[in-house]
Each structure stands twice: as C-alpha cells, then as structure tokens.
Nanobody
Framework: QVQLVESGGGLVQAGGSLRLSCAAS????????MGWFRQIPGKEREFVAA????????YYADSVKGRFTISGDNAKNTLYLHMNSLKPEDTAVYFC???????????????????WGQGTQVTVSS
C-alpha cells in the first residue's frame, strides 16, 4: 500500500523559513514525479512546485518562485519543500502528491497525480 506522509508544518513569523518533508512508502517514484500543492479552506487546491525524479527538472508557481525550493532524496524516497521568506498568504494546508510515470504530462494539474498525502498545516503570522 502506497503512503505519502507529510511533516514539518507549523507556525512561523513572516519572513521565516520552514522545510516540509514527504516520506513515501510502498513503492518508489524514481520513474515518475512528485509535487506539492496547497489549499486554503473554501478554495481550490493549487499547485506549488513539482519535480521530475529523472533529470531533476523542477517547476514552480509564480507566487513561490525564488522563495521555495523543491528537492528530493531518492535513496530515502523523500520529497522536500524548502520555504524561505514566508508570507501570510502562504498559510495553507500543504499536500504532497506523486505520479508513477513521467511521460510529459503537465505536473501543475491535480488530476495527473496518482497518490496524495493527508497534508500538513503551515501558518505564517504577520
């Protein structure tokens, strides 16, 4: 059974940093891709960042470009999101997602991912 478990969320002041982790178990995604999305209550889940394991190509939402960095550790089957210069508008539940195959799909779309974690809350105070 595949599981994605996020950790690292919490409360931080504006301008601060956090590192989110997503530990995958049950299979590896070395042939696919993984991503981070976030959601505010009452709003749609939105793309934050994604990475293709093969080659390491990364993608970012414009709102986080230059502040967030997505990375992964294949040996640990773990995905990370390094978040710097956090803003109150970054407050959301952050979800990890994984796709088995990397076959040219648009990784910014929710629908292309096969597995999802339960989410971790990030709150940025002003």
């Amino acid at each position: 059974q595949v599981q994605l478990v996020e950790s690292g969320g919490g409360l931080v002041q504006a301008g601060g940093s956090l590192r989110l982790s997503c530990a995958a178990s049950g299979r590896t995604f070395s042939s696919g891709a993984m991503g981070w999305f976030r959601q505010i209550p009452g709003k749609e889940r939105e793309f934050v960042a994604a990475i293709k394991w093969s080659g390491g190509t990364t993608y970012y939402a414009d709102s986080v470009k230059g502040r967030f960095t997505i990375s992964g550790d294949n040996a640990k089957n773990t995905l990370y999101l390094h978040m710097n210069s956090l803003k109150p508008e970054d407050t959301a539940v952050y979800f990890c997602a994984a796709r088995r195959l990397n076959n040219g799909v648009n990784l910014k779309l929710i629908s292309v991912y096969d597995y999802w974690g339960q989410g971790t809350q990030v709150t940025v105070s002003s």
